[in-house]
């Protein structure tokens, strides 16, 4: 599980197995130990965030300031994943 960073109390990662065939670019964001209903975050061929879902249920000002970082931080997060997984897509 490759861990991107670390905000606010909140841990923000991908799955080192993220299916077949592999999902187009997200990231996860948790508080504590990751786990499968991890808030999901589309990072955009542009480098802006969509939310796929809040599963974690973090409070709708905190996510917003971790998804603004996420942004300031997608060209990182885009070479990193494409680092680990070889390939990259994108949701849109």
Not at 14 to 34: A, K, R
Not at 37 to 46: E, F, L, P, R
Not at 65 to 88: G, L
Request: glycine share 6%; proline share 5%.
């Amino acid at each position: 599980m490759p861990q991107i960073f670390k905000i606010a109390g909140y841990l923000v990662f991908f799955w080192s197995n993220e299916s077949e065939p592999l999902e187009p670019i997200h990231v996860h964001i948790t508080q504590g130990t990751p786990s499968g209903n991890a808030t999901k975050v589309w990072i955009t061929q542009g480098g802006k965030c969509l939310l796929a879902h809040n599963n974690s249920r973090i409070p709708e000002r905190v996510l917003k300031d971790i998804m603004a970082v996420i942004e300031a931080r997608s060209k990182d997060i885009i070479q990193q994943w494409y680092e680990f997984h070889n390939e990259i897509s994108y949701y849109c």
